[in-house]
């Protein structure tokens, strides 16, 4: 074979990168470029979505060059996106009619609210596996057709386009010449019928959005476009696309029932594979579209936290306390504990398992003798706190299904790098915490969903003997100390949602 590489394109939260991977799955090269955030006014987050194309198009190019690769060198190109981040662009001109709402963003609550008025909150979760939150497309898409002016005319007449950035770039890698989604991205649109594969005719009207923005939707992996040859100097086949959450399962090759993996990006994002069963949670999570080989329906259990490594950058450039993200495990680790500080950073309100929009960030337990490294150490243990929330919640579900507490949870993103926090969670949780070899799982996922697609790899038990584990962490603290824990947290978090 003479294309032995694949190249994963990764438009995330604060940067977009693209990432160069052999046949084994390692990294050959990678490109980063940061993105910029624009906040209107509190609550609201934005990107332009002409900055988002271009950054991610210059790191294709520039990761080409930092690998010495040739166009032809490529086998095929796998998308992975920031999810839920909302663009809305003219066909025939291309050019987007509002910044793009970024998943963080809240100011589609009032239309929840009055969603969840009228009752439809069950009928969301039955068709959606979501609950009502502005977290979700459908109210962002409604915002932008009742605010910007003249586009819900021009949304009538068929004249826009919606997606989410997948499907942005695949319009930008055509040239406008298709319109596609896979049934990851579509089903956290609040819009999306999870298990006919389907945009839900009744949701669209509830939300009084015309059926004509819709994109098309594929299974993840399968043959979504060709790019321009006059992007990358050849026309490439994109034949895999997933939302970012779903692509890092994938890549963690958690391919059947009950294995979970957790993404400690700007979020954390745990998710546990259910099969083709569709288990609604009674405990606050999500049903999401897992990422799909084919046409049968595969469906993953989910919970999200809105602010997981963003403590950091708030350290960082809110409270200026470090210089860079790399300080902070050092900060935190010259001091033994966090001396009784605990900090919900519930900046944009509380994702699952509390679903708590007004919530605000808060920290307890100040003393004299505190310091910025205990507000560190505190902060780091944080994102550890609300994932063990999560898993927790998570495992109360598969018991009650018929199935069993996860058993071991894989880790991915930026801040699964950081010891401290892995071995923190580790004991918070009572069970491994398995870190791997390449922990880029996000984009390793895409470019696994291409290479499936188009012959690169036979089948899943090729891609799960690549899987390899680079470090376990075991937990030392006992269970009582970490219920304990757990306990001192629950009462911070109700500290953070007092009304």
């Known amino acids: 074979m003479t294309t032995s590489y694949l190249l994963a394109l990764d438009q995330g939260t604060s940067s977009s990168r693209s990432i160069v991977f052999d046949r084994e799955g390692r990294i050959v090269a990678i490109a980063q470029r940061e993105l910029t955030q624009i906040y209107p006014q509190p609550g609201w987050v934005e990107h332009d979505p002409m900055e988002i194309w271009q950054s991610q198009l210059a790191t294709a190019r520039e990761v080409l060059a930092k690998a010495k690769l040739k166009p032809a060198d490529i086998h095929a190109i796998g998308i992975t996106n920031q999810r839920e981040t909302t663009v809305l662009w003219n066909r025939k001109t291309g050019q987007p009619v509002h910044h793009a709402i970024v998943w963080q963003d809240r100011r589609a609550e009032p ?261 910025v490294a205990h507000i560190a150490r505190a902060a780091l243990e944080s994102i550890a706190y609300q994932s063990a929330a999560l898993l927790q919640a998570m495992s109360r579900d598969a018991v009650a299904a018929g199935g069993t507490p996860v058993a071991e949870l894989r880790v991915d993103g930026g801040a699964s790098v950081n010891d401290l926090l892995m071995q923190f969670q580790a004991d918070l949780l009572g069970i491994p915490v398995v870190r791997p070899e390449v922990i880029e799982t996000t984009a390793l996922g895409a470019a696994y969903l291409a290479g499936l697609s188009t012959g690169f790899y036979s089948d899943v038990r090729e891609l799960s003997k690549l899987w390899k584990v680079e470090r376990r962490f075991m937990p030392t603290m006992g269970r009582a100390q970490a219920e304990e824990s757990m306990a001192r947290w629950e009462r911070a978090v109700r500290q953070a949602t007092r009304t």
């Open 111 to 371: 239309l929840c609210a009055q969603l969840r008025d009228e009752g439809m909150a069950e009928t969301i979760q039955q068709k959606t596996g979501l609950v009502i939150d502005a977290y979700f497309s459908g109210t962002k898409l409604r915002w932008l057709l009742d605010n910007v002016p003249g586009a819900r005319a021009q949304a009538e007449r068929g004249e826009l386009a919606f997606g989410t950035v997948d499907s942005w770039l695949m319009w930008q890698l055509t040239g406008g010449k298709v319109h596609v989604t896979d049934v990851s991205n579509a089903s956290r649109t609040m819009l999306f019928d999870v298990h006919r594969n389907a945009w839900d005719a009744e949701l669209l009207k509830t939300l009084h959005i015309p059926a004509s923005l819709m994109p098309s939707v594929q299974p993840s992996s399968s043959h979504f476009v060709d790019t321009d040859e006059a992007l990358l100097g050849r026309s490439l086949p994109v034949g895999g696309v997933a939302g970012d959450q779903q692509s890092a399962l994938f890549g963690q090759a958690c391919f059947g029932p009950g294995m979970a993996k957790n993404t400690y990006g700007t979020g954390c994002f745990l998710l546990m594979h259910t099969g083709g069963a569709f288990q609604p949670s009674h405990n606050g999570l999500l049903v999401t579209s897992a990422a799909q080989t084919d046409a049968t329906p595969q469906y993953a259990m989910e919970g999200s936290v809105f602010v997981g490594g963003a403590v950091v950058q708030w350290l960082r450039d809110g409270l200026k306390a470090i210089k860079g993200s790399a300080e902070v495990q050092s900060l935190a680790e010259s001091v033994p504990d966090a001396g009784g500080v605990m900090m919900v950073p519930a900046f944009t309100g509380l994702g699952a398992p509390y679903w708590d929009a007004e919530a605000r960030g808060t920290i307890t337990g100040l003393t004299r003798g505190t310091t």
